[in-house]
């Protein structure tokens, strides 16, 4: 089993739909990382977190310690929301400063 | 500021050839990192340096030489490529003790085959 799953792998919306990523993880962690890649291969960091709720805009991410899982939700969804978001926690039990990553939920929104 | 810029965005090499990949970045970050990237897996480490002079090995290593002379600069040198080593490379960097604790900003990517 990964250390961290997410769910689901594939994620198809109508535009305007609220979506929902989770994230899963297994070990003990001191920081949580939502990232975006683009179609083009890009990657941006969307949000580090380590306990509650962060919002940017139209994403909300949030984060429950005891129960070892995260959210992603996408309010109002539009077509260049499109990519795959990739999940990555940061454990208390290896050395340095070491992201595990998920496997990442491919998003398309339809117009 | 650029932030993270990486060279070249494609690449292909013969088995056994030895090429080096470029990283650089603007923004003074201390703690720098390389990530490859495999279809159906997620991101893995391969190496990572905290600051000039000091890099440590992730999680797949093997194959790989790294060196951080400068705060500015971290490449990665294939020693001698395999085609297990096709795969697009993420250089990325953060701010202080690393995504422990910051953000991490993405180069665009390198895109190598290996024949």
């Known amino acids: 089993k990964n250390e961290v799953e997410q769910s689901p792998q594939n994620l198809t919306a109508q535009e305007g739909e609220f979506i929902t990523i989770n994230c899963s993880y297994s070990?003990?962690?001191?920081?949580l990382h939502w990232l975006q890649q683009h179609p083009g291969g890009g990657i941006v960091s969307l949000f580090m977190?380590?306990?509650g709720k962060k919002k940017h805009g139209r994403l909300i991410a949030t984060i429950n310690i005891q129960e070892k899982h995260s959210s992603l939700h996408i309010t109002a969804s539009h077509p260049r929301d499109s990519a795959v978001y990739i999940c990555?926690?940061?454990?208390?039990?290896?050395?340095?400063?070491?992201?595990?990553f998920g496997e990442g939920t491919q998003l398309t929104v339809n117009p | 500021n650029a932030g993270v810029t990486q060279t070249p965005k494609f690449q292909v090499l013969k088995t056994g050839q030895s090429m080096t990949l470029q990283c650089a970045q603007d923004m003074n970050h201390e703690y720098m990192s390389w990530y490859r990237q495999d279809p159906g897996m997620g991101l893995r480490l391969i190496h990572y340096?905290?600051?000039?002079?000091?890099?440590d090995q992730g999680e797949v290593p093997n194959g790989y030489n790294v060196s951080r002379s400068t705060t500015e600069d971290f490449p990665l040198r294939l020693l001698s490529a395999a085609p297990s080593q096709t795969s697009v490379y993420f250089c990325?960097?953060?701010?202080?003790?690393?995504?422990?604790?910051?953000?991490?900003?993405f180069g665009p990517g390198t895109r190598l085959t290996v024949l």
């Open positions: 070990v003990g962690i001191s920081a």
């Open positions: 990555a926690v940061r454990s208390k039990e290896t050395s340095g400063s070491r992201l595990t």
């Open positions: 340096s905290v600051g000039a002079g000091i890099t």
């Open positions: 990325a960097s953060s701010y202080g003790g690393g995504p422990s604790y910051n953000e991490q900003f």
């Open positions: 977190l380590s306990s």
